[in-house]
Nanobody
Framework: QVQLVESGGGLVQAGRSLRLSCAASGSISSIDTMGWYRQAPGNQRELVASITSGGSTTYADSVKDRFAISRDYAKNTVYLQMNNPKPEDTAVYYC??????????????WGQGTQVTVSS
């Protein structure tokens, strides 16, 4: 069993900062890419940022230069530092990770989602 547990969401004023955390636990052999996605009402789920096992990062254009993704490899945890958030960043944020258990193939796991609401 593998679980991804997110924390850190909530209500934040535009221009303030917020940090999301996501910890993976369970029978984990290794973790490849970890990332954050978001979904606003009426929209499709979209990639916000991701970080590979080697530390390479990818960002959506809309959050580049404002958000930063990082990872604690020892704790199987990924973070999303949200600086200068805007009302349009309001969404449910989901953690995603490609995880291998035992000797099997990597598969995608998802967290339960955490609501982020940015007020103007």
């Amino acid at each position: 069993q593998v679980q991804l547990v997110e924390s850190g969401g909530g209500l934040v004023q535009a221009g303030r900062s917020l940090r999301l955390s996501c910890a993976a636990s369970g029978s984990i052999s290794s973790i490849d890419t970890m990332g954050w996605y978001r979904q606003a009402p009426g929209n499709q789920r979209e990639l916000v940022a991701s970080i590979t096992s080697g530390g390479s990062t990818t960002y959506a254009d809309s959050v580049k230069d404002r958000f930063a993704i990082s990872r604690d490899y020892a704790k199987n945890t990924v973070y999303l530092q949200m600086n200068n958030p805007k009302p349009e960043d309001t969404a449910v944020y989901y953690c995603n990770a490609a995880i291998r258990t035992g000797m099997g193939a990597y598969r995608d796991y998802w967290g339960q989602g955490t609501q982020v609401t940015v007020s103007s």
